[in-house]
């Protein structure tokens, strides 16, 4: 096992990995820009060193920087965390030709994976579906209106390595083919450095259903259960659960398979996610990998008992799963609220001083709430507005919502508005409780309480 | 007489859209601000045309932090 780790990131997911290093006796360097010289969580580290700037251009993507510190702390691994550089492949070379082990997938992987062709066209060649429309790269604005001939409109065209929720725009009117095929290739030359884009169909009303898995140098792939995040707003997860409300056993092994046969064709080792659509038929699309740990990785913690940061460490060390797939149960029920840092209503960013600050009362059997703030923290306007995720845990999903209501609602933050009020609308309402909604749920519910006012 | 254009919210300029000696509207994005990965625009609340543009991309912002001068003419 490594004996020194740098954690590429900040924030809460720095504290999460500072946690099980500490466990593994592993010591652990955390470097911050100027806007995080003072944040707590620094002192949890055995080692912290400065790398620039607030301007996160300067600091936590700036890769000569980090590199940098390898050589000052003497670190033998790097956790990229989430965000920032984790699915960089660039920096993952990086690390790796600095004579440093890199805690996620293989960077030729990494590469590979980025093209959303490359994951579509192994996907129809394993036979896990995929949403209908080109595999290979759309090459001209001819073969573009061939497509639509043939799949139809609504369609969505999608840059090849785009991210984020940028280079996707639909297709409503055949009218407008020229300007959107224009306009996604020079978002994409700008933004992505690839004019590559597909087309896909669009599939209505879905929910979002993704599977969690790790895969070690041996070819060993274990599923770890679903998780549900459909609960979103442009992008954004805001509610993840595990299990699905719409996920039977028979689903789920079926979802187990198509993961584990794109995991094997991908050559990917370490943990990652593949997500997937579910249509209101109940059809399931494969739509892409996600290579690093997600921000929603503790309701999988919760239900199957499994440290994934620590089985993350394993693989990247070279160790063998010591788990076989019949040995994961999934036991009970785990919500995610994400908190962010914005008002519930305009969703307007909201940083700050936090003047106050009370959690509520823990019982680690039923909540966990990952964080780094404290009463007095800054948080930043220079970075992402997640500032806590509280999970809930029970025997039934009920429960669950029961126990997260009650958590959110003792949750006292002060100096700063949270999205707390918008978590418990949603806990609260029918659809969600009842567990019938897909991933437009929000904006409905944002809509209704403004028809309501 | 001059105004002074000041940053609304915290974070990053994103972009700087007015330049100098432009001629300035009122309700005119003049700026574009990054606050938690937010792009915020920075509107003018007075015509004038643009004396002077004290900030560039990437800088950093303060609520208050000055970003443009406008020259609004004389007062009549």
């Known amino acids: ?453 | 007489m001059e105004a002074t254009i000041n940053a609304h919210m915290p974070g990053l300029v994103a972009r700087v859209v007015a330049i100098e000696g432009e001629q300035i509207a009122k309700g005119q994005t003049v700026a574009v601000i990054n606050c938690m990965k937010n792009e915020l625009a920075v509107i003018s609340e007075y015509e004038g045309k643009v004396k002077q543009v004290l900030v560039k991309e990437w800088d950093e912002m303060d609520v208050g932090s000055p970003m443009i001068i406008l020259d609004l003419g004389e007062v009549k």
């Not at chain 1, 470097?31 to 600091?59: M, Q, W």
């Not at chain 1, 960013?349 to 600050?357: A, C, E, F, H, M």
Request: net charge negative; with cysteine.
């Open chain 1, 1 to 453: 096992m490594f004996r020194k780790l740098l954690i590429a990131n900040r924030g809460e997911i720095a504290r999460r990995i500072i946690k099980t290093c500490r466990e593994l006796n592993i010591k652990t360097v955390a470097v911050y820009s100027d806007a995080d010289k003072n944040a707590f969580y620094l002192r949890e580290a055995d080692e912290t060193y400065n790398i620039g700037p607030a301007n996160p251009l300067k600091s936590y993507l700036n890769i000569e920087a980090i590199i940098n510190v390898f050589k000052k702390a003497g670190v033998d691994a790097v956790h990229p965390g989430y965000g920032f550089l984790s699915e960089n492949y660039s920096f993952a070379e990086a690390v790796v030709s600095s004579g440093v082990t890199w805690v996620g997938p293989p960077p030729d992987v990494m590469k590979a994976i980025e093209s959303k062709c490359y994951c579509r066209e192994i996907a129809s060649r394993v036979n896990v579906p995929i949403i209908p429309g080109t595999v290979t790269p759309v090459r001209s604005l001819n073969e573009l209106n061939k497509v639509i001939d043939e799949i139809g409109i609504p369609a969505f065209l999608k840059l090849d390595k785009g991210g984020g929720g940028k280079g996707i725009e639909v297709i409503r009117d055949t009218r407008q083919i020229r300007d959107v095929w224009e306009r996604v290739l020079r978002i994409g030359m700008v933004a992505f450095g690839s004019p590559d884009c597909y087309l896909e169909t669009q599939v209505v009303n879905p929910r979002h259903i993704e599977i969690q898995f790790l895969s070690d140098s041996s070819g060993k792939c274990i599923c770890l259960g679903e998780r549900e995040c459909s609960i979103q707003r442009r992008h954004q997860k805001i509610i993840e659960e595990s299990p699905s409300p719409v996920v039977g056993e028979k689903e789920r092994q079926n979802l187990y398979e198509y993961t584990r046969k794109l995991v094997v064709t991908m050559g990917y080792e370490g943990a990652g996610t593949m997500e997937f659509l579910r249509s209101e038929e109940g059809e399931f699309y494969f739509m892409e990998v996600n290579a690093r740990l997600q921000v929603e990785h503790p309701v999988t913690e919760f239900l199957t008992g499994i440290d994934l940061v620590k089985c993350q460490l394993e693989i990247a060390a070279g160790e063998k799963l010591p788990m076989n797939q019949e040995d994961i149960i999934l036991e009970g029920h785990a919500i995610e609220a994400r908190v962010y840092a914005e008002d519930p209503v305009s969703f307007s960013p909201s940083p700050g001083k936090i003047s106050r600050l009370q959690f509520p009362e823990m019982n680690s059997r039923y909540l966990r709430i990952d964080h780094a703030i404290g009463e007095g923290s800054l948080v930043s306007p220079y970075y992402d507005p997640l500032i806590a995720k509280v999970i809930a845990w029970d025997i039934t999903r009920l429960e669950a919502i029961r126990h997260l209501e009650e958590a959110l609602a003792a949750f006292q933050i002060d100096g700063i508005k949270t999205t707390i009020p918008l978590n418990l609308k949603i806990l609260a309402s029918k659809e969600y409780v009842e567990g019938d909604f897909n991933t437009s749920f929000l904006e409905e519910l944002l809509k209704e309480g403004c028809e309501k006012n």
